[in-house]
């Protein structure tokens, strides 16, 4: 679980920024939280603001930090930082970033700062529930790395003699299989999802498990309007004409996973996914996927892809997302940037609304989004200390805080009134 992400000089933003999924003493929908501790952490988030805010910039900064654990840019390319330039004095300064997950039962803290040049210093921390050091890994300043953990492997202490400017000492330990630091590792590599506006159905056999079908055409009749069911079909390998990269990973799918693969170009008929998923005896069977329709006098006929509504393409695509979040057990965290893009307010009620309804105190998967549907805040599908706002303050940096800071917006207030007078910021100045 993310319990808390802050930066300080990244696109729009300049000053720092300190964004909690920590709960606050709000009374509403306690039953949803999940219990670390004393504490109490949040399942959801909801991001809000005027175009151009930074929304998208926050997720994205979240994003780097994934990228600059996961990926090694080479030694000679500039480290992709994305530095506030509206604001004197910071082009040229470090930017600075600060993430708090529970990984395995532990709570972990990574800081560092970096330029396209280097990382400049980084730590990573051991806290117990009350926030507090119980143990420092290691602490880094520009390529020299001091080892604090008490019992160090000999992976870690290797791992200082292969640190190099471009790359976060976190990255190099877990490469040469330093268990201390795999924990905090694997929780980017496995456990942190983002996904784009744009995000299409893709490679997903980590993500859901086998209700995809059902699970899909539960919301299709719910939210769908002419759209009947989804319909898989058997298709044998040779039909399909796999590439041989897309050959090799339909067959290692593992059993009670599925994997969607889309073939095809993006604006033509040909575009279809196939849908893997391996039997009870082993084999892997392929799938295709259709969408049913139903015509005037009542008979079925099957709509490409290519021809299908965006809104029910986006739900489509959000589904397995969705479903690994409710998978029992699981502990993921789901970011996605625009929600309710092309979908119904109440389509993306539901999907928030099905989530929580699997929350609680043992739960440790979250979705966090941005959003425009101000439906959410009229219907208080959310608890207040979910609502967040970023607001572009002014010409100088963007800046990030929940409802819940308000004192005068009391659980009973109208939020939707008080947010779209103004009185929270977070709209477009010409209203």
């Not at 009870?280 to 005037?296: Q, T």
């Not at 099905?354 to 608890?383: C, E, M, V, Y």
Request: hydrophobic share 40%; with cysteine; glycine share 6%.
């Amino acid at each position: 679980m993310l319990i808390s992400f802050s930066f300080e000089n990244w696109a729009c933003f300049g000053d720092s920024v300190n964004f909690t999924m920590m709960a606050t003493k709000v009374r509403g929908q306690r039953e949803t939280l999940a219990t670390w501790g004393r504490n109490k952490i949040l399942p959801v988030a909801a991001l809000y603001g005027e175009n151009a805010a930074g929304k998208s910039s926050f997720i994205k900064a979240l994003a780097f930090v994934q990228e600059l654990v996961l990926h090694d840019v080479g030694p000679s390319a500039p480290l992709p930082v994305n530095p506030c330039r509206s604001k004197p004095g910071k082009e040229g300064a470090p930017s600075y970033f600060s993430l708090t997950f529970l990984a395995k039962g532990k709570a972990y803290r990574l800081t560092f700062r970096v330029t396209m040049k280097e990382i400049v210093d980084e730590r990573l921390e051991i806290l117990n529930t009350r926030g507090q050091i119980t143990d420092t890994l290691y602490e880094r300043k520009g390529e020299t790395v001091t080892i604090k953990a008490k019992k160090a492997s000999e992976q870690l202490q290797l791992a200082t003699r292969a640190t190099v400017p471009q790359r976060l000492f976190l990255s190099v330990a877990a490469q040469l299989n330093a268990q201390e630091a795999m924990p905090a590792f694997l929780w980017f590599a496995e456990t942190l999802f983002l996904l784009k506006p744009g995000a299409r159905l893709t490679r997903l056999d980590a993500l859901c498990g086998g209700r995809f079908e059902q699970k899909t055409n539960d919301f299709l009749n719910r939210f769908a309007a002419g759209t009947k069911r989804l319909s898989l079909r058997d298709v044998s390998f040779e039909r399909l004409q796999l590439d041989e990269n897309s050959r090799r990973i339909a067959q290692n799918v593992r059993a009670n996973e599925t994997l969607i693969l889309r073939m095809g170009q993006e604006s033509s008929e040909a575009t279809e996914c196939v849908v893997f998923t391996r039997g009870e005896d082993g084999i892997v069977n392929a799938r295709r996927l259709f969408f049913v329709h139903e015509d005037e006098e009542g008979h079925d006929f099957d709509l490409p892809m290519s021809l299908e509504s965006d809104g029910t393409l986006r739900m489509v695509n959000l589904i397995p997302a969705l479903q690994m979040l409710e998978t029992e057990g699981e502990e993921r965290v789901l970011v996605v940037d625009e929600l309710d893009r092309s979908l119904h307010p109440h389509v993306c009620r539901g999907m928030i609304e099905d989530f929580l309804a699997t929350r609680g105190p043992s739960g440790r998967s979250q979705l966090i989004f941005s959003t425009h549907n101000t439906q959410l805040i009229a219907d208080k599908t959310i608890r207040k200390d979910e609502y967040w706002i970023v607001d572009k303050a002014c010409a100088l940096g963007s800046a990030v805080y929940s409802f819940s800071d308000f004192q005068g917006l009391r659980e009973q207030s109208d939020y939707l009134r008080a947010y779209t007078e103004g009185r929270m910021g977070g709209i477009p100045k010409g209203f």
